[in-house]
């Protein structure tokens, strides 16, 4: 059974729709970067499945790259969130409409 | 319901005992048995004698003597004899045990005091026993407002993560590993990123200002620390070329590491030292300033669990650099073979009148032999050493290795003074991964310049 | 292995699915945003999980050491920046919700036909799976661009990311 | 002239008012491993104190109240009580304050037993002090090994005075009795070795370039600022102002002695810690000197009257206690009893630096900086 | 075979769950053991640790060290170290033209290490 | 480089003291030497002679029930009552003698230095304790006996270190 | 050892000064810069020679700022060693002393100028809001800063210009007299 790559590409597909509806529907911008992060790892997941079904190194390493690109959207996020949170005391993303350049 | 508690009595004590008893049996039946069912119906079950071994048959081979050497040998060769006995946690909690013993001696030795003394009659060899006693049967006090989960899972976990720790390390030749990794290194970096997580975890839960104080010193210090631990340690990978923690050890069957990448050492051990929170390093725990650090909340038992958990950390990152630096397992073989004759003619065993009435073999002798022909072959010359042989040197060695490696992990704890935490996040950020870096260029050096690697001395 | 192995894989699989789904959903619902990060660090440790199922141990690692050991502690650290009455509070639109609900549905049930539609679900292997040391010969010889363009963009990170979160105060201060 | 003491350079994004959201208050004592017998109230912003207030007064008993009401024997055994470890540095004032109130002369011998004493205690107090110095920055050996070398001037004490503590030993008029046959012979040789073994902290505690990295620098207090806020002993001494009661103001057989003053320059926790440490090896030398220059024989004590009044007056004498200048101000009546005894000792006046240093510190300077102001709570609550 | 290799990394969570499982009965076993007032609980004794004064303010505040900068560092050089295991690893397979990319990327990281270590300095980062 | 040399230092001086003699004297076993026999007092000289101030000893034929220990006593602790006692004494006209309370005493010696009759000297006893503060309070009778005190410890210098021995 | 000039010399004095021979005999280093300050505040400062290197000034307390301020600029005295209340309810005052000292001038390190004032005492203290009022030497002499916290608590002296006048030593809860006061009686030791 688990010798399938259908199996992977539909737990992704399902990471990927629970990713989306977090960003829909959270308003929080910490949980908003959990859906981001969650949406990252269903894509990674694909690209490592379908790496492994058609044997190829470049799929590892494209997910390596996507982890380390992750890794830097995390810290300029939260950085971000860091920043907003100083100036509204909150971190309810409709506050930070007025946020301009 | 109270052992020490004034209003002891005996009824009381003997009734709560009998109640639990009785609960314990009650869920173990009802729960524990087909929990032990599904797990083994989807365990790899041994075969003897091409006879697939169940537990039915297992339960009557126990009293079938000529079966009882093979089928304690199958089970020492199982997974969960490596997990709970041997390489895995068993073997971590009694070297644990002898570091605590080992860290009180010596410290007392070093300060001019007597240190443990009345506790087990023999220089207090008991008295780790004592303070579990008094552990166990301490209040766990949490405090109000505490995240319950969360600060009753963490000591758990912390104990749970070490000896996952436990189980990437090597202990001696022929895979006696709880979990034999390809990328074995990577593993053990990714539990110890592990350690941050629960440490703050359970200093947030505990709704107190020391704790959280100490929490987050130990989330930057273990943080800090972890990025010129995992460069100390490049160097060997560059010059093995592998990341399996096995082949890292017979690639220094020559010699070990550590002559040629003193500075990796230094840096890995100086790292090691931080990881552990062991004194100069121990910021999360610093008495002065903090209390306890973040285990201050932590009382009675949960305490002695992060303390065993702490213990398991330090053999596990004593072994680390044993296996990578100081060569693990190999040394010069001492153990001298197993007589051939009590594998191949049994040793008679005379009556009170001196006849040979019983002989005894000793065909599969489990520690001394994992394949009798090895007895013959080495006989015949064919083979220098026994895989029983090599076993029990490997682990002489090694645990003779560690315990060196742990001496001077506990002998700074008497020398030096804690030290800041600016110091040493400057130590960590400036001097350690500097000195990474040039122990990685050295060891490029060396690859490039063909002293090592594929066309030098290897 | 014996004729145990696949069923024990498959119960991992099973079992790590349900983890990594589930904890993706308790990530984004549960009312605690420290336990939402916990939630999430069991996503992320699921589909490292998956990576091991599917032979690359490496990434998987990597996915570990970098995800769950640096990217969770941050946000831990960051969420425990935020003031307590936040740490427990759940914004939240209830209109968005439905709609959320059935964005997510949409996208589910769309991306699942097509994809059952199509011929991945045929697609097996018994091929040996890649040793995780082309990957590095990867990134030094055909992907080298990539790799320093990722440098390029580890460094603007952390330096974007420090300039940031550098406070004002003092410059307020001096003047 | 309005001269206020300029607070400490902050370190900068470290401005009270504009971080209020962000102050921790902890409060660091009375039950904390890291306080002794005293509060601060630390508020701290991240790894920095902003503020520190010390609150004093745990250990309050009233010894000045209490010696209103009994007469100037019966206080000798109550007096010693503040500092038990320094007992009889903190007796050595009253003492000569009531010699003068009731006008009576001490024996030559006695004047000698009595520095004599009085050094071995003031080594006895900075081991003790010293220990809790050393385990405040988690150097453990550097608690066992004072705490052990002090038996050596315990055992030393016991055989003077009888007690291992609390001697209640001087007495106007002397000393209350000789010391024991042989004694001089045994205190050289119990104080060589003494001096041997404090001189091998050097390598493990005072030469550690772990301990000179967390100590240097850390609570510099300048020579003026020591000067202005009436610091005193070694806190003094360390900041580079060259007083010593025994050499400014001998008192007994001090101008025969030759007593150095070691004073160093820098006025950091460092220095704080390394002058009493001098001073105990000063110490030995004074008691070495003393043992060559006393009086074979003769009289230790000088008869005094059962219950002895004081003059009409009052007295200030002060001398050189293990953790400064103590004084005592007896005011007297003409009764059996003082009308008002105040003392003033080191540990009191030292504990206005704290707050002044503190401020701006790192928190793991805290317990650095606070136990090298050579404080002693119970002296200080008297 | 896809997941062949899960054997072996199931070890080690075989073997966290056997410590997880064997140690939370000394939990319970000390909770049995213990004396415990359930019916008159003391108030006082569940208090957090404040050194014997009644706390004052919350213990979880947004408390911050002035060291954020280096747990924002250490997610990125994280990656960078773990990155350079992957060369590390395959060096001895590779050509020595090879060496050039990863020197170049380790130049890159050390100017931005620079930086922020340089930033790192400042007191107001958190 | 300094730094390194400090670190071998204190290194060598942690690893040096490993072979130290302990400096530790266990207490029950081992019990220290004292001087004399306790802290005694001769009115006629004013002058002490050295000794442990440890529990006293009352010499019933000199004791003439003066008080003159207890009034000591009072500004310092009030440990000393004055009891009666069974015996006739001759130079004791009111048969009281003095009785110590040893949770109250703080062993400074003031009532032996008050005695002007040689009747209260102090003893090489200081294990005094006991489960009940009654246990605590020793009568004349009491007082009276003698000590049997074991001191076989004495503090050694020698080449390898000082210890209790 | 000595009194003032009113008060009959004590007889069983053997050591010290009588006060016939104080004007006589006066030391002269002390006698150097006493005079200063003497004829500075000729009517306010009464000086008295109590002892070999200790002196003593008697000020009235609307003065004691201004002999302070004089003393600190004009006389090496830098420091206060020690402020030490006394409770006089016979005069129905309270007198505080401030020890002075100096570190910096090497030949006046062994004197102790002793600074004295007093402030009316009332019966019922009411510490900080009745007429037990002096002005606050701290911005003189720095050290004098805990000091004065211990004798507002002790004697329920206000000190005017001290800016933090809170208790010290006591408890939180304390209501009784301030302790120092001689009609505090000592209940039991």
């Given amino acids: 059974m688990s010798n399938e790559l259908i199996e992977f590409v539909l737990v992704s597909i399902a990471l990927l729709g629970i990713g989306i509806y977090g960003l829909a529907v959270k308003r929080n911008a910490i949980r908003m970067l959990f859906a981001v992060e969650i949406i990252v790892n269903a894509a990674n997941l694909n690209l490592v499945a379908f790496a492994r079904f058609m044997p190829h190194s470049g799929g590892q390493t494209l997910a390596l790259f996507s982890i380390a690109i992750a890794a830097a959207e995390v810290a300029v996020g939260l950085a971000l969130i860091i920043v907003a949170y100083r100036m509204y005391k909150n971190v309810d993303i409709a506050d930070f409409r007025s946020l301009k350049g | 319901m109270s052992v020490i508690a004034p209003k002891f009595r005996l009824g009381y004590f003997l009734k709560g005992i009998f109640d639990n008893a009785f609960w314990i049996l009650t869920i173990v039946t009802l729960a524990g048995i087909p929990a032990i069912q599904i797990v083994l119906f989807y365990m790899d079950l041994p075969v003897i004698d091409g006879e697939l071994l169940t537990a039915f048959l297992a339960f009557t081979w126990l009293f079938n003597p000529t079966m009882q050497i093979p089928l304690i040998k199958s089970l020492l060769y199982s997974d969960l004899f490596r997990i709970v006995v041997f390489p895995g946690f068993g073997f971590a909690a009694l070297i644990a045990a002898g570091t605590i013993f080992v860290e009180r001696k010596m410290l007392a030795k070093l300060q001019l005091r007597v240190g443990p003394f009345y506790c087990g009659k023999i220089e207090g060899l008991l008295q780790l026993a004592g303070d579990g006693l008094k552990l166990i049967s301490k209040e766990i006090i949490i405090p109000a407002k505490a995240d319950k989960p969360l600060f009753w899972a963490a000591p758990v976990l912390f104990v749970g993560t070490a000896a996952a720790f436990v189980a990437l390390i090597p202990v001696a030749p022929g895979g006696w590993v709880v979990a034999d990794l390809d990328v074995g290194l990577l593993a053990v970096f990714a539990v110890i990123g592990f350690f941050p997580i629960i440490t703050i975890l359970s200093a947030w839960s505990a709704n107190s200002k020391f704790p959280f104080i100490g929490g987050i010193r130990a989330l930057h210090q273990m943080v800090s620390f972890e990025i010129p631990l995992i460069l100390s340690l490049l160097g060997v990978v560059i010059l093995t070329g592998t990341l399996n923690l096995s082949e890292i050890v017979e690639s220094q069957s020559n010699f070990p590491w550590i002559i040629f990448m003193p500075i990796g050492a230094i840096v890995f051990f100086t790292t090691m030292l931080a990881e552990l929170e062991r004194i100069p390093f121990d910021l999360p725990e610093a008495e002065s300033e903090i209390v306890a650090g973040w285990l201050t909340e932590f009382s009675g038992m949960m305490y002695g669990l992060v303390q065993l958990g702490s213990y398991l950390k330090l053999y596990a990152f004593a072994a680390l650099f044993v296996i990578i630096f100081l060569g693990g397992w190999t040394g010069p073989v001492f153990w001298p073979p197993l007589e051939t004759e009590l594998i191949t003619k049994g040793t008679p065993i005379p009556n009170y009148a001196g006849d040979p009435v019983l002989t005894v073999f000793a065909p599969g002798l489990p520690l001394f032999d994992a394949d009798p022909n090895e007895w013959v072959k080495q006989q015949q010359g064919e083979l220098q050493y026994t895989s029983g042989q090599l076993l029990i040197s490997g682990v002489i060695w090694f645990v003779l290795k560690t315990v060196a490696v742990i001496f001077f992990i506990l002998l700074p704890r008497g020398v030096f003074p804690r030290i800041r935490l600016d110091m040493l996040l400057h130590i960590g950020w400036y001097k350690l991964i500097g000195l990474a870096f040039v122990n990685i260029f050295i060891a490029l050096g060396l690859v490039y310049a063909g002293v090592l690697g594929p066309g030098g001395i290897m | ?175 | ?382 | 075979m896809v997941g062949e290799s899960v054997a072996s990394y199931s070890n080690v969570l075989l073997m966290f769950g056997f410590a997880c499982a064997a140690m939370a009965p000394a939990l319970l076993i000390s909770r049995m053991l213990s004396p415990e007032n359930k019916k008159q609980p003391n108030p006082v004794k569940t208090l957090p640790m404040e050194c014997g004064q009644v706390p004052s303010g919350a213990g979880r505040t947004h408390f911050m060290m002035q060291y954020y900068a280096y747990v924002l560092m250490f997610v990125i050089f994280d990656v960078m170290a773990i990155f350079l295991y992957a060369w590390g690893s395959s060096l001895l397979d590779l050509p020595r033209t090879a060496t050039l990319p990863i020197i170049a990327f380790l130049g890159i990281m050390f100017a931005a290490m620079a930086f922020a270590l340089y930033q790192s300095k400042r007191k107001d980062i958190w | ?165 | ?189």
């Avoid at chain 4, 504009?18 to 306080?35: A, E, F, Y």
């Avoid at chain 4, 206005?352 to 240093?357: N, S």
């Fill in chain 7, 1 to 189: 050892m000595s009194t003032t000039e009113k008060e009959v010399p004590p007889k069983d004095n053997k050591k010290d000064t009588a006060p016939e021979k104080v004007e006589d005999t006066a030391p002269a280093f002390e006698k150097s810069y006493v005079e200063q300050i003497a004829n500075q505040f000729s009517d306010d400062v009464e000086v008295e020679y109590i002892q070999e290197n200790r002196t003593r000034l008697n000020v009235k307390k609307e003065k004691i700022i201004d002999v302070a301020k004089f003393i600190k600029d004009n006389t090496p005295f830098d420091h206060a060693e020690s402020v030490s209340g006394v409770d006089y309810p016979q005069d129905k005052e309270i007198g505080v002393t401030y020890h002075l000292g100096s570190y910096t001038d090497p030949e006046y390190s062994k004197q102790v100028l002793a600074l004295a004032t007093r402030a009316p005492r009332e019966e019922t203290p009411n510490p900080g809001n009745d007429s037990t009022k002096l002005p606050s030497l701290r911005d003189m002499f720095y050290s004098v800063e805990f000091h004065e916290r211990e004798v507002f608590e002790m004697l329920g002296v206000y000190f005017e210009g001290h800016p933090d006048n809170r208790r010290l030593l006591l408890p939180e809860d304390w209501a009784d007299l301030p302790p120092l006061r001689k009609d505090f009686m000592n209940k039991g030791r």
């Fill in chain 3, 1 to 175: 292995m014996t004729n145990g192995a696949p069923d024990m894989a498959d119960a991992l699989f099973l079992a790590i699915s349900v983890l990594t789904i589930g904890s993706a959903i308790a990530a984004l619902e549960m009312r605690s945003l420290v336990y939402g990060s916990i939630a999430l660090m069991g996503t992320l440790g699921g589909v490292a999980g998956f990576y091991v199922m599917l032979d690359s141990p490496f990434v998987a690692m990597f996915q570990l050491a970098v995800y769950v050991g640096s990217i969770a502690v941050l946000i831990l650290f960051t969420v425990m920046l935020v003031k307590r009455e936040l740490i427990f509070k759940k914004i939240e639109d209830p209109k968005r919700k439905f709609a959320g609900i059935g964005l997510m549905l949409i996208t589910i049930l769309a991306l699942g036909a097509i994809i059952l539609d199509s011929g991945v679900k045929t697609i097996t292997t018994d091929s040996d799976p890649v040793d995780f040391r082309e990957i590095g010969g990867d990134f030094l010889t055909y992907y080298w661009p990539a790799l320093i363009l990722m440098a390029f963009i580890l460094a603007g990170s952390v330096m974007g990311a420090l300039v940031l979160a550098r406070r004002e105060d003092t410059i307020e201060n001096e003047q």
């Fill in chain 4, 1 to 382: 002239m309005t001269e206020v003491i300029p607070t400490k350079q902050m370190p900068p994004g470290l401005q009270v008012d504009k971080v209020d959201d962000r102050i921790m208050t902890l409060n660091v004592g009375p039950q904390h491993p890291g306080s002794g017998h005293m509060r601060i109230i630390v508020k701290i912003d991240g790894d920095y104190i902003v503020d520190a207030d010390p609150d004093p007064g745990y250990v309050h008993r009233g010894e000045e109240k209490m010696a209103e009401a009994r007469n100037y024997i019966t206080n000798i055994p109550h007096l010693e009580r503040p500092v038990i470890h320094d007992s009889c540095n903190i007796l050595y004032p009253y003492v000569l304050g009531v010699e003068d109130l009731v006008g009576i002369e001490v024996p030559e011998r006695a004047k000698y037993v009595r520095v004599i004493a009085a050094e071995l205690n003031r080594c006895i107090y900075i081991q003790y002090w010293l220990a809790i110095y050393g385990i405040f920055l988690g150097h453990s050996t550097m608690f066992m090994w004072p705490a052990g070398d002090r038996e050596l001037l315990i055992d030393l004490m016991e055989k003077i005075t009888g007690a291992r503590v609390t001697h209640a030993y001087f007495i106007p008029g002397g000393v209350r009795n000789d010391v024991p046959a042989n004694f001089e012979d045994v205190c050289l040789r119990q104080v060589n070795y003494f001096e041997q073994r404090i001189k091998e902290y050097a390598d493990i505690f005072y030469d550690n370039p772990i301990l000179k990295a967390r100590t240097e620098d850390t609570g510099v207090l300048s020579r003026e600022d020591a000067i202005r806020l009436g610091t005193t002993g070694s806190v003094l001494r360390a900041s580079g102002v060259d007083y010593d009661v025994r050499v400014k103001e001998p008192y007994d057989v001090y101008d025969e002695l030759d007593v150095h003053t070691n004073v160093l320059k820098s006025g950091d926790s460092y220095a704080r810690s390394k002058v009493p440490w001098l001073d105990m090896l000063e110490s030995c030398n004074i008691i070495r000197q003393a043992l060559e220059k006393m009086p074979k024989s003769g009289s230790i004590r000088t008869k005094l009257k059962p219950n002895p009044k004081g003059g009409l007056g009052e007295v200030y004498r002060r001398v050189e206690s293990g953790r400064g200048a103590a004084g005592c101000y007896i005011i007297s009546k003409e009764k059996p009893e003082p009308y008002r005894l105040k003392l003033s000792v080191g540990s009191f006046r030292n504990l206005i630096a704290l707050p002044y240093l503190l401020k701006g510190e790192k928190l793991g300077n805290m317990p650095a900086v606070y136990w090298s102001l050579n404080y002693w709570p119970v002296e200080a609550d008297r």
């Fill in chain 6, 1 to 165: 480089m300094g730094t390194a040399t400090g670190i071998i230092k204190a290194l060598n001086s942690g690893v040096k003291h490993l072979a130290v003699k302990r400096f530790t004297l266990r207490y029950p076993e081992q019990k220290l030497k004292f001087v004399g026999d306790g802290y005694q007092f001769d009115p006629s000289s004013g002058v002490a002679i050295a000794g442990l101030k440890g529990r006293h000893m009352l010499f019933h034929d000199h004791c003439t029930g003066c008080q003159l220990c207890s009034i000591a006593c009072e500004g310092v602790a009030e440990a000393i009552g004055m009891v009666k006692v069974p015996d006739k004494w001759g130079q004791n006209a009111k048969s009281i003698m003095p009785q110590i309370d040893y949770g109250k005493c703080v062993f400074c010696g003031l009532c032996v230095d008050a005695c002007p009759f040689y009747a209260l000297y102090m003893s090489n006893d200081y294990e005094l304790s006991s489960f009940t503060k009654e246990g605590l309070i020793y009568t004349p009778a009491q007082l009276q006996v003698k000590p049997q005190v074991q001191q076989d410890s004495e503090l050694i210098i020698d080449k390898r270190g000082a210890r209790h021995g």
